[in-house]
């Protein structure tokens, strides 16, 4: 009976990435959609909320999405410019969609569907995609655990959705400033960068919210500013050559995965876990593993086999009998919490604005 009332997996390093973003519980009551500004085209001021329509990503009764396991990926460290977690449940985020720039608010409803407003030009276009942000385009009865520690995992977590942004560069460019530095370095520099170039979130998003800048906006920094930002030429130059080719790159959402990771291997610096890593957001891949990376594979061989020196081969053998949904594997391996023993000291961050 005790492992029933098992307090839940603490926030780390390795949770983290498996998606585990804190969100504060709905309140008692559902939210009332009757006193809302009209999600309209333009910033609405703090004071007036907006009708807020009611969203079901998945039919099933009672297994409503988790808010911060759904969207927790989206999230680029503690002080994201373009995600916050509020005090009352609501998750927000700035992005800047086909329309424009738009802010949306998502907010969990006790025993109900979640909900949504939108701000901005983009405001539209955000309401329409929220469901699939949301994984309505998810199928989580397609998977079927394989281990014990995968099982336990999925059980504590029900409302587990793969989301999908429908939005590549917005995935893209954050992934390509985690190349080969640490998540620390690379957070650093994303808030940089969004909060010198970017605008601010229209309507009444929380206060430091900004939209990332535009494709031609990223094109036009100049290198000594890469350079404050901690950026180097080879993860700067990458960027820009990708978001000289932006309209190209997005149509990628419409292809299959493997298809839509083969468009963003064409761009030079773009590699196996720059596309995986994107993709896995923006087309909400379940089968799309990451490979390349440094900590991956001695995670999952560890807690998959006690094998903490598997490399990419390994790992992909030990997920082969999650075929199709390999990608919730993994998130459900990080989210357990579960890492090998540390051996060694963590990579000290880097800092190229000394030089």
Known sequence: ???????????????????????????????????????????????????????????????APDLGLTL???????????????PDGSVWRASRTPEGPGTIRLAAVRDGAPTADAWGPGATWLLD??????????????FVPRHKLVLASLRRRPGLRLTRTGLVLESLIPTILEQKVTATEAYASWRQLVRTFGEP?????????YVMPDARTWTRIPSWE??????????????????????RLEEAVLMDPPAAR??????????PWTSAE???RSNGAPDEVTTGDLHLPGIVGWALAG??????????????????????????????GRVPPRRAPRMAPGDITRI
């Open 1 to 63: 009976m005790a492992g029933r009332f098992r307090p839940p997996t603490p926030t780390t390093r390795t949770t983290f990435r498996g998606g585990h973003t804190p969100v504060p519980p709905p309140p008692n009551a559902p939210l009332d959609p009757g006193t809302a500004p009209d999600p309209g085209l333009s910033p609405a001021p703090a004071s007036a909320p907006a009708p807020a329509p009611a969203l079901t990503p998945t039919p099933t009764p009672g297994l």
């Open 72 to 86: 927790g990926p989206l999230r680029r460290g503690p002080a994201d410019p373009t995600f916050r977690v509020t």
């Open 201 to 209: 979130a229209p309507g009444p998003a929380p206060e430091g919210m």
């Open 262 to 271: 083969r468009r963003l291997e064409l761009i030079p610096g773009i590699g």
């Open 129 to 142: 995609n929220a469901p699939a942000l949301l994984g309505s385009e998810d199928d989580p009865a397609a």
């Open 307 to 336: 094998d903490r020196a598997a490399d990419d081969e390994a790992m992909l053998d030990l997920l082969a009998p999650y075929a199709g949904q390999r990608h919730r594997a993994v998130r459900l391996i990080l989210l357990s």
């Open 226 to 247: 890469w350079h404050r930002a901690n950026v180097d030429g080879k993860r700067s130059a990458t960027i820009v050559r990708a978001a000289r080719v932006a309209a």
């Open 278 to 280: 994107t993709i896995q």
